[in-house]
């Protein structure tokens, strides 16, 4: 078991403030005092820590954080394992809050409104965010070593004085956290802020990597691989956009298994039709795909960031008009090799990022479709734990146990 170190109930700080002499729109903002988990070492326990919030500068946002989630990013850069660690830092960036206070021209969020902060974001004046094909911001994009604001460089964060760095723009393991506006998706208040905050980053970039890339026909098929929280939201989006075979691959067969806790089959509930293990199998998964759909399925979806997974599904996919999409992550040295001829015959081989959404634009009716009933959120949900106990979430994300856990940041 991993102890966390925490300070003192919330209710004896959270609402602790100081006058903050700033300038401009910000005048007479204050600093806020808020309980937060700090890493101060890469892979040790976070600890919870009192740390100084400062007010947003020109176009940012701070906002009270209600509900966070834990994503394996942020246990990936926790681990600093083939990164430049930096350290003390604040992870944390599937979050669901509302806005406390607003900087100098930040004219579309105002204090009281209910929004989702995203790792990635739309300043909607750069070409990427005009292009109605790109949601690739050249103001915004992900950046990992960056732990300080755009404005001016800085951290908002600090501990006795002390800059603690940020984490891709939102560092939601924070009561308080300071996001530039265009990080945040303002959203329907009506949605529940502890189911809609884990589709800030995984559950998103499944989704909208089967529907707004892949593109899925009703009644074609679809090989998913990797069936982790991002993999079963490619079926989760496969499943609304009506395949009528949804076939999942990944090399764990306990994801294809009833767990212990004697539910229904996780990945079934998630309308994965059939199942493969390419470990049970003599020849290539690919081959065994081409096989059982008479010539290789209409779209794939990668979710594992292997090479092999991406040959793989690249070459399930039957000639004419197969769509293969890219999702998972690898290494920055990897490449792979494919036969011109699968290009050839005109076989597609696709990327994206974050699902091809554009966060402000586009996660909003994301949140609708949640609410219509249409996507459905619940089943993504296996853990909870209070924000005391956040080094829980931990341990199940390096056990492999379950998909997401919630953090509540009011326990």
Not at 14 to 23: E, G, I, R, V
Not at 348 to 365: A, I
């Amino acid at each position: 078991m991993i102890d966390s170190t925490t300070g003192p109930p919330s209710s004896t700080f959270n609402h602790l403030a100081f006058q903050y002499p700033t300038k401009g729109r910000t005048a007479g903002l204050i600093l806020r005092i808020s309980r937060a988990a700090v890493a101060w070492e890469a892979g040790k326990p976070l600890v919870i820590e009192e740390v100084e919030v400062a007010p947003p500068q020109a176009m940012e946002v701070r906002l009270k954080i209600h509900f966070t989630s834990l994503c394996h990013t942020d246990v990936y850069f926790w681990e600093a394992k083939g990164q430049t660690p930096l350290f003390p830092r604040i992870f944390g960036h599937e979050a669901g809050g509302i806005v406390e206070s607003v900087g100098e021209g930040v004219t579309d969020l105002k204090p009281g409104d209910h929004v989702l902060p995203v790792f990635t974001g739309e300043c909607k004046e750069c070409r990427h965010c005009k292009s109605e094909e790109s949601n690739m911001c050249d103001l915004l994009r992900i950046n990992t070593d960056r732990g300080v604001m755009l404005n001016d460089g800085k951290s908002r964060f600090s501990i006795k004085g002390k800059p603690v760095y940020h984490f891709v723009g939102t560092s939601t393991f924070s009561e308080f956290t300071v996001v530039h506006v265009g990080c945040l998706a303002k959203i329907n208040p009506a949605a529940p802020l502890d189911k809609v905050c884990i589709l800030s980053c995984g559950i998103s970039t499944g989704l909208g990597a089967t529907l707004n890339v892949a593109k899925p026909k009703k009644g074609s098929t679809v090989a998913i691989f990797g069936l982790g929280a991002v993999g079963l939201a490619a079926a989760e989006g496969a499943r609304i956009a009506g395949a009528s075979r949804i076939i999942g691959i990944d090399l764990n067969s306990k994801r294809f298994e009833e767990g212990e806790s004697n539910k229904v089959n996780r990945s079934k509930k998630f309308g994965v039709t059939e199942f493969v293990n390419p470990k049970e199998h003599e020849k290539p998964v690919q081959e065994v795909i081409v096989e059982m759909t008479d010539g290789g399925v209409d779209r794939s979806v990668e979710c594992t960031g292997s090479v092999n997974a991406m040959i793989s599904a690249f070459e399930c996919v039957h000639d004419g008009w197969g769509v293969a999409v890219l999702v998972g992550v690898p290494n920055k040295d990897d490449a792979f090799k494919t036969y011109p001829m699968n290009v050839l015959n005109e076989k597609t081989l696709k990327g994206t990022f974050f699902g091809n959404y554009k966060p402000r634009s586009d996660l909003p009716s994301v949140v609708e479709k949640y609410m219509s009933k249409e996507l459905e959120l619940e089943k993504f949900i296996t853990h909870e734990v209070p924000f005391a106990e956040i080094n829980k979430a931990f341990e199940y994300m390096l056990k492999g146990d379950g998909l997401r856990c919630i953090i509540r940041m009011d326990g």
